[in-house]
């Protein structure tokens, strides 16, 4: 079925360096996109959303860019912070019965050291 | 700030039992959804509401698990009998549900669920 995907499921990063973390999906039919933040033991939290007429979209300190021609989204996290240190989600709206659920990736893992 | 209540945090139990499941939307959100989240992979949806009214249940395993929401608002989901294969993490998520569209879904701390 589709899915989306992220292209590396780790990434390790020093403080204050600037993150870029990618995903590819494969429904060229998804109209919305979401980045969520994933800390041990704690349900997924939103960071920041982009609707598929739309290129870029800032945040504080993220950036997320859909290139629709690839079917690439990225999220970029300006001056990375140890905080910053989670499992990383991007997802897209499914097209389920309602329209409305997420279809997830695997998701990387963000290393943040001091 | 509003969050969506889940408990318990926490559930072990032993395969055959029953075990329940309890989510408090944030207030006035008319969509419940509940995902189940294997370790190391991505939410996979199991069941959504609209209000009291199931919209998508075709991921739930209907031969144990079931869901409810009676009154549109908090929602409870069960298995019964619980199998190992059930041991993830249940979320619940919730959104406001008046665009007709697509919305931002905040999730709950979810319920780690172990099945010995």
């Known amino acids: 079925g589709e899915s989306v995907g992220l292209h590396l499921p780790t990434l390790s990063v020093q403080e204050g360096d600037n993150s870029i973390i990618n995903c590819a999906y494969s429904n060229s039919a998804s109209d919305y996109f979401i980045w969520y933040k994933q800390e041990s033991g704690k349900g997924p939290q939103f960071i920041i959303d982009?609707?598929?007429?739309?290129d870029k979209r800032q945040g504080q300190r993220v950036t997320v860019l859909l290139n629709k021609t690839v079917k690439h989204l990225s999220l970029q996290i300006a001056a990375t912070q140890p905080g910053d240190s989670a499992v990383y989600f991007c997802?897209?709206?499914?097209?389920?019965?309602?329209?409305?659920?997420?279809?997830f990736g695997k998701g990387t893992t963000l290393s943040v050291s001091s | 700030e509003a969050e969506v209540a889940q408990s318990p945090r926490y559930k072990i139990t032993e395969k055959s039992q029953a075990v329940a499941f309890w989510c408090d939307p944030i207030?006035?959100?008319?969509?419940l959804y509940w995902y189940r989240q294997i370790l190391g992979q991505g939410p996979e949806l199991l069941v959504q509401?609209?209000?009291?009214?199931?919209?998508?249940d075709s991921q739930l395993p209907k031969d144990r698990f079931s869901a409810e929401r009676l009154k549109g608002v908090d929602s409870t989901l069960k298995i019964q009998p619980a199998e190992l294969g059930d041991s993830a993490m249940y979320l619940c998520?919730?959104?406001?549900?008046?665009?007709?569209?697509?919305?931002?879904?905040?999730f709950g701390p979810g319920t780690r669920l172990l099945v010995l």
């Open positions: 998520a919730s959104s406001d549900g008046t665009s007709g569209g697509v919305e931002t879904q905040y």
């Open positions: 997802a897209e709206n499914s097209g389920n019965q309602a329209g409305t659920a997420l279809i």
């Open positions: 982009i609707r598929s007429n739309m």
């Open positions: 509401f609209q209000d009291e009214s199931v919209v998508d």
């Open positions: 207030s006035g959100h008319a969509t």
